[in-house]
């Protein structure tokens, strides 16, 4: 504060003054230099935000998206076989859906990056592995890496389908902890006990068949999974 003097005829007077500025204008000079300095700061942090969001993108690899493949053919009696497979070429999984005729889903689950088959029946709280074998990896060859996305479902024609059975002894004593497995297994197989199979001869006439999961793949292969269990 500045005190002036200012003469009134025969006596001086005290008023204050403020150096020729009006107080008006100092007021508002502090408020209008705070809204640029808050501005600047704003836009400095966006700036800031969307560098950070742009390099983050596309630092990220872009996920392909899985491709359902359907496979329609007639088994030896006339009846449809209904079946989808979900490929997922990222993770180098495959997994069909097997649809009985009596509308009931089991689910057969290719891993190849680990070489491993998973059988998950309908209505059974109970997971089969199996390991991959050559003919395995070749009939899901054409699932993962001859396939685009414009190919999406194959008719299989009956007379020129190969047809083959399998059987696989259920290894009663080599229950297997789902903890242990991949994470697709462990969400195929939640709440379910997993025992491992081996591939055998047949069952003999002293062993009933447990039951039985017929797969169809675009290289006209049918495949029949039949499962029992080994003698303790």
């Not at 998973?118 to 390991?131: A, G, I, S, W």
Request: one cysteine or more; glycine letters at 4%; charged letters at 15%.
């Amino acid at each position: 504060m500045v005190t002036c003097w200012k003469r009134s005829e025969n006596r001086l007077e005290e008023t204050q003054c403020t150096d020729g500025a009006p107080p008006a204008a100092l007021q508002s000079h502090f408020p209008h230099k705070a809204f640029w300095v808050s501005l600047s700061a704003s836009l400095l942090l966006l700036v800031i935000t969307l560098g950070l969001t742009g390099h983050l993108g596309l630092s990220q690899p872009h996920s392909q998206p899985s491709q359902i493949v359907r496979v329609s053919v007639q088994d030896q009696t006339g009846v449809v076989i209904n079946q989808s497979a979900v490929v997922d070429q990222q993770n180098d999984l495959v997994t069909f859906s097997v649809t009985s005729p009596a509308n009931q889903t089991s689910t057969v689950l290719f891993d190849v990056k680990h070489g491993l088959i998973c059988y998950k029946p309908v209505d059974q709280d109970t997971c089969f592995l199996q390991k991959m074998e050559e003919s395995d990896y070749d009939n899901v060859h054409s699932l993962l890496h001859e396939q685009t996305h414009q190919q999406s479902h194959f008719q299989l024609s009956g007379n020129e389908t190969q047809r083959q059975t399998e059987f696989l002894g259920v290894l009663a004593a080599s229950q297997v902890e789902v903890s242990t497995l991949e994470e697709p297994l462990q969400a195929l197989c939640h709440n379910s006990s997993v025992h491992w199979t081996r591939r055998a001869n047949g069952p003999g006439k002293q062993r009933l068949v447990y039951f039985c999961i017929d797969i169809c793949f675009p290289s006209n292969i049918c495949v029949s999974v039949c499962f029992y269990y080994l003698p303790e």
